[in-house]
């Protein structure tokens, strides 16, 4: 009974890391990272994350209607790698850094073939500090978190192209701090079921900066970050996690003004295969599938996004979990 | 760590030594600036801005396909058309399209032209594509000078900036653009105007939303809603005013004077002007009623002393001579002695007065007179 709820407890710990994407903005823009995973949940853990994502942005949309457009091809390739650390069994802190890497290809209708524009650089990072209302036991199976942190601007605002400053859609940071709010919610049913059922919220109050072009400020909409989700063992030790994600961004902003085609909601479906290579390294393949969008006019948007990653879980002790025996 | 520009594109890229990006990242500073080019600009560099889309991104239209009027049914009569005529082909071509390509590039007989609009600036026109000898083809550059459109030019990558009729940037740096007239006006007044022209369909090669506005239906009304700072403010109208102006010369270096006419000033039914900028004799022609205003430059002794009139209720036909010519919208004279002959088109078009008072600061604004 208590190895499945190691299991679990793993497993949980593993699904949550799952929610560390990078929240590409509504017009193909740096990558957000607006949620994040619940981290170390035990004073002196230490997780380590990897995680790379080829997200490809081809798809064109106006409203909720997809138009076959084949002129234009953009592609965001990020590595993100958070560290989590538990101050208490109550607090932990985690910060995300990431790398960002952008192609956009226009004009591929014209005689020339097109134009491939490649940024690369530094993107923003998020520091988050957790705090666990209740950890999930065997006896209270059910888990609850919430966080507060920042999206800080140190992602790279400032690439151009033949001297003029890029658009902000280009660029691998936003330059402006960001408040986040993240919360985490999960259950597990044993004995009756194996399977665990989570909620993640996250939300991000944008701020702005002039950093993109000299006398502008530009303002990313504000996001919202819903995941819905269930999990469970499929086969030995290889777990699967899916779940429903939606996502809503207010409409970008330049000089207070709101931007055209920007910003909108999305509902895509998100599935994830995990598996422990030892007790402290897993890895984990995950997919985004949209199945739903509402834009704010006319805009690219996910095609879809694949990721591959790698978790390090140091524990204090060899045995890691925290049973939550009653007292 | 910085950007790349390549032709012909690789869609789809993947980097191993990727992976390795996350632990070098923390070491290195993220200043990856770097410029391709240093190359002269006519305008200020740093008014240039990135629109967004890239070059091509807003994808022109190089194989325009038409309907006549009759089967057009997706334009509202409060809609906007641009217009040309070039003998007796006359083509509509709706903002509805133009919102998503800005650039058709067309030909007529052996007429090769680009119609050119920038749905920020409001502004219309119609550029002659032969170009040093040579027919091209003009592209979106994705770049912005005062939020108004600069094209390229598919020969030589040239730059042009499209209110300044000119290029500012390249190979054909300096080179003033030849323009053709046109009418821009709304759906209804066109099909007033000319119910058996043409006029270009949805056909366009590409899928566009085009029943929607492009940068939101409120654009061009809402007096505030601007994209991109204005450098040269100007109160006397108000930013999304319809104006026509004329520039005075073709060299800009001169400082011409530039007088725009608000369009809502012209008033009911057909109103002609007389004026002189710069030394030159212009004929002015428009309507509030009907929304169009057209310019011509008088170039010879006896236009000059040709004593023009309006006409009313006699659409297309807008005003007559004391020769007895009748005069097209278009400046062809359609009736009398010099029938078949067309008057010279000013350096002329219709934009937002914001636009108009940012490019050329201290411009002129004519007084209307009651009649």
């Given at each position: 009974m208590i190895l499945r709820f190691s299991s679990i407890l793993l497993l949980s710990l593993l699904?949550?890391?799952?929610?560390?994407?990078?929240?590409?903005?509504?017009?193909?823009?740096?990558?957000?990272?607006?949620?994040?995973?619940?981290?170390?949940?035990?004073?002196?853990n230490l997780l380590l994350g990897i995680t790379y994502e080829y997200h490809d942005i081809s798809s064109l949309y106006s409203g909720s209607t997809l138009l076959e457009d084949e002129t234009v091809t953009r592609l965001t390739q990020s590595v993100l790698f958070e560290v989590n650390y538990g101050i208490t069994d109550k607090f932990s802190v985690s910060g995300t850094f990431s790398y960002v890497d952008k192609d956009r290809t226009t004009g591929l209708h014209t005689p020339s073939g097109g134009t491939t524009v490649n940024t690369a650089g530094l993107g923003d990072g998020v520091f988050m500090l957790r705090?666990?209302?209740?950890?999930?036991?065997?006896?209270?199976?059910?888990h609850l978190a919430v966080g507060a942190g920042t999206k800080a601007p140190i992602g790279t605002t400032s690439l151009t192209r033949?001297?003029?400053?890029?658009?902000?859609?280009?660029?691998?940071?936003?330059?402006?701090?960001?408040?986040?709010?993240?919360?985490?919610?999960?259950?597990?049913?044993?004995?009756?079921?194996?399977?665990?059922?989570?909620?993640?919220?996250?939300?991000?109050?944008?701020?702005?900066?002039?950093?993109?072009?000299?006398?502008?400020?530009?303002?990313?909409?504000?996001?919202?970050?819903?995941?819905?989700?269930?999990?469970?063992?499929?086969?030995?030790?290889l777990s699967f996690i899916l779940s429903l994600r939606y996502r809503s961004t207010n409409s970008d902003q330049l000089n207070n003004n709101r931007m055209p085609n920007t910003g909108g909601k999305w509902i895509s479906i998100i599935p994830n295969l995990s598996y422990p290579i030892s007790d402290t390294i897993s890895a984990r393949l995950s997919g985004q599938i949209p199945i739903y969008q509402k834009l704010n006019g006319t805009q690219p948007t996910t095609t879809f996004a694949v990721s591959g990653s790698l978790f390090f879980n140091f524990n204090k002790n060899n045995n890691g979990f925290d049973y939550g025996l009653p007292n | 760590m910085a950007y790349l520009i390549k032709q012909n594109p690789q869609s789809v890229r993947f980097n191993l030594s990727f992976m390795m990006i996350p632990i070098m990242v923390f070491f290195i500073s993220c200043d990856v600036t770097n410029d391709v080019s240093e190359d002269d600009w006519l305008i200020p560099r740093f008014e240039i801005r990135d629109g967004g889309p890239g070059q091509d991104g807003i994808p022109s239209i190089d194989n325009p396909d038409f309907d006549p009027v009759g089967a057009i049914n997706f334009i509202p009569d409060n809609r906007m058309i641009i217009?040309?005529?070039?003998?007796?082909?006359?083509?509509?071509?709706?903002?509805?399209?133009?919102?998503?390509?800005?650039?058709?590039?067309?030909?007529?007989?052996?007429?090769?032209?680009?119609?050119?609009?920038?749905?920020?600036?409001?502004?219309?026109?119609?550029?002659?594509?032969?170009?040093?000898?040579?027919?091209?083809?003009?592209?979106?550059?994705?770049?912005?000078?005062?939020?108004?459109?600069?094209?390229?030019?598919?020969?030589?990558?040239?730059?042009?900036?499209?209110?300044?009729?000119?290029?500012?940037?390249?190979?054909?740096?300096?080179?003033n653009v030849e323009t053709y007239p046109v009418v821009e006006t709304t759906w209804e007044t066109w099909k007033k105007l000319y119910p058996n022209s043409k006029v270009h369909n949805t056909n366009t090669g590409h899928v566009r939303n085009y029943t929607s506005f492009a940068y939101g239906s409120g654009y061009s009304t809402n007096h505030n809603d601007l994209l991109f700072p204005i450098q040269n403010h100007d109160d006397r109208l108000r930013n999304k005013v319809r104006?026509?102006?004329?520039?005075?010369?073709?060299n800009l270096d001169l400082e011409p004077t530039v007088k725009v006419y608000v369009i809502n000033d012209f008033g009911d039914g057909v109103k002609l002007i007389e004026d002189t900028i710069d030394g030159n004799n212009y004929v002015i022609i428009g309507s509030g009623e009907y929304n169009f205003a057209a310019a011509f430059l008088l170039e010879t002794t006896s236009e000059n002393s040709t004593q023009f009139s309006a006409v009313q209720e006699q659409l297309p036909v807008v005003m007559q001579d004391n020769e007895g010519n009748s005069w097209d919208i278009f400046g062809y004279?359609?009736?009398?002695?010099?029938?078949?002959?067309?008057?010279?088109?000013?350096?002329?078009?219709?934009?937002?007065?914001?636009?108009?008072?940012?490019?050329?600061?201290?411009?002129?604004?004519?007084?209307?007179?009651?009649?």
């Open positions: 699904l949550c890391i799952g929610q560390i994407y990078a929240q590409t903005c509504s017009c193909a823009g740096a990558p957000l990272i607006s949620s994040q995973s619940t981290g170390a949940s035990s004073a002196g705090y666990v209302i209740h950890q999930q036991s065997i006896w209270e199976q059910y033949n001297g003029f400053a890029m658009n902000a859609d280009m660029q691998p940071g936003t330059g402006a701090w960001d408040g986040v709010l993240w919360s985490y919610a999960a259950a597990s049913f044993l004995p009756h079921t194996t399977l665990n059922l989570f909620l993640v919220n996250s939300y991000r109050q944008t701020g702005s900066n002039d950093r993109f072009t000299e006398g502008d400020s530009y303002r990313f909409g504000n996001e919202l970050v819903s995941n819905l989700g269930i999990s469970n063992q499929l086969i030995g030790n | 217009g040309v005529k070039f003998e007796d082909e006359i083509r509509a071509y709706p903002h509805q399209i133009l919102d998503w390509h800005e650039i058709v590039n067309d030909q007529v007989g052996n007429k090769s032209f680009a119609i050119q609009y920038c749905p920020l600036t409001g502004t219309g026109m119609c550029w002659n594509r032969e170009i040093d000898g040579s027919v091209t083809e003009f592209g979106v550059s994705g770049l912005l000078f005062r939020n108004n459109l600069i094209a390229y030019d598919r020969n030589t990558e040239s730059n042009w900036s499209q209110m300044q009729l000119r290029s500012v940037h390249g190979q054909h740096s300096g080179l104006v026509h102006g004329i520039i005075g010369s073709e004279a359609v009736d009398g002695p010099r029938q078949g002959e067309r008057l010279t088109a000013a350096r002329s078009y219709t934009g937002y007065w914001f636009a108009w008072a940012d490019f050329f600061p201290g411009l002129e604004i004519y007084e209307m007179t009651e009649e």
